[in-house]
């Protein structure tokens, strides 16, 4: 039975990891060596992955890849994925490849507006609030000037305070809802540190104001805190051509893939089970590059699942239209990105992929995710709508299934080989094996 521990964050690393296997391993030496092998050389890289979390005792790998040829807005990327899924890599620079030839994405940045909150409770007269609120609203601005005057130099900065009336959902419940323009800053700290100080001076503001009774001057701050929702942070990204131009050798005339492919977006756009799986893949594509550019995915994913529920049922992000000849496919996705700060400047895997991609802009990155999303989402229901999913899923997964058996390379040599005119499946995989190996399947075993 394991023991309760106080101070651990106080331990050295070798603290940690000596309480952690012995409370939790019986190979203790074993899991020792484990966690030291994924070490970095250089002292002073581990050093650096050591101080990004708290109670850092090793370094977790997921594989890095790259898909070559997106033409995005006439510019041509190799784009860095950060993921453990097999397929998803291969598919996304399956796509690239097939659009390469048919123009490219072409994207449209909607908006950048990010969005935070003061949250709070007032017990009072509403228009009289209303009133005050746009009589101190410059103040918010001068109160937050060192805050704001970096950003402010780079074309960024808050663009507008309001006050929000939520007291028909929650009692006496108000917000100051603040609209920013960050840049290259995906600016969580910035907009934090600016709702706090409108916060500060809302609250000393009303405390001096004789207009308000005591009652009403007993202002609760709730908290002060950014969305991650941004359906005002937007990018769209698009890829068309004629419909002759849609075959790929997969077997099915061109117009009976645009019809099989738009029915099966429809379906994703009014089918929630259906949604999910097909916003999940999209995910596949967007959160791999996030990660590998340093960024926030869990905040992505938010954005993204709570925009794709935001005419109250879940539905897809990408949608298809087949008109006049044309085929046409887009996603529309809230993407707060940033190329400055955080990780970006000290992880050295997210530089290199930030220079992979030519140092963008955070709105070129936002055009470069959501084309990848975009990607992925194709690939997916291509194979969908000809193949199967599982047909191109399978072969890519059957070298994590021969490293689980401890295959030698000459024996992946010959299953691989002998699955490229036959379909994969673990169990055939597994009997394959043992057929090169020279040893009973698990159903020789039972039989006998």
Request: hydrophobic share 40%; net charge negative; glycine share 6%.
């Amino acid at each position: 039975m394991t023991n309760p521990i106080k101070g651990f964050s106080k331990l050295s690393k070798q603290g940690k990891i000596e309480w952690i296997v012995d409370q939790y391993f019986q190979d203790k030496e074993g899991a020792v060596e484990l966690l030291q092998s994924y070490w970095h050389d250089d002292q002073k890289v581990q050093k650096l992955h050591d101080e990004f979390i708290e109670n850092t005792v090793s370094n977790f790998y997921t594989p890095y890849g790259v898909a070559p040829n997106f033409l995005i807005d006439g510019k041509l990327y190799a784009i860095p994925f950060a993921i453990e899924e097999s397929s998803v890599v291969a598919a996304a620079a399956k796509s690239a490849s097939f659009w390469l030839e048919r123009g490219g994405f072409k994207t449209t940045i909607i908006s950048t507006t990010k969005i935070g909150h003061v949250h709070f409770m007032y017990d009072g007269d509403v228009e009289k609030l209303r009133t005050f609120i746009d009589e101190i609203k410059d103040r918010f601005y001068t109160d937050t000037a060192s805050i704001t005057a970096n950003m402010q130099a780079r074309g960024g900065g808050i663009l507008d305070i309001k006050l929000v009336d939520k007291s028909d959902q929650l009692e006496n419940y108000f917000q100051l809802e603040a609209r920013f323009e960050t840049c290259d800053s995906m600016g969580a700290n910035f907009i934090n540190s600016c709702l706090e100080q409108f916060a500060q001076t809302f609250t000393a503001a009303i405390a001096d104001d004789s207009r308000f009774s005591e009652s009403e001057k007993a202002v609760q701050i709730v908290m002060c805190i950014l969305s991650n929702y941004t359906p005002e942070c937007v990018v769209r990204s698009e890829v068309s051509c004629p419909i002759e131009q849609l075959t790929d050798g997969s077997g099915i005339s061109h117009e009976e893939f645009a019809q099989k492919f738009s029915r099966a977006v429809k379906i994703a756009e009014i089918e929630p089970y259906r949604a999910t799986t097909h916003n999940k893949g999209i995910m596949n594509g967007i959160d791999a590059v996030v990660i590998a550019t340093g960024n926030d995915f869990r905040a992505i994913e938010a954005a993204c699942h709570t925009y794709a529920s935001r005419n109250g049922q879940y539905s897809s992000l990408t949608h298809c239209e087949v008109k006049d000849g044309i085929f046409r496919f887009w996603i529309d996705a809230p993407m707060a990105l940033g190329t400055v700060g955080g990780l970006t400047t000290l992880h050295p895997m997210v530089k290199f992929s930030l220079e992979l991609l030519g140092k963008p802009s955070a709105y070129e990155l936002m055009s470069i995710i959501a084309s990848s999303g975009l990607a992925q989402n194709f690939a997916a229901l291509r194979a969908l709508t000809t193949t199967g999913i599982q047909k191109g899923h399978m072969k890519m997964h059957l070298l994590n299934i021969l490293n689980q058996l401890e295959a030698t390379n000459e024996e992946k040599e010959i299953i691989v080989d002998h699955f490229k005119h036959n379909t994969v499946s673990h169990s055939a995989a597994v009997k394959k094996f043992c057929e090169v190996r020279g040893i009973k399947s698990p159903e020789e075993i039972k039989k006998a």
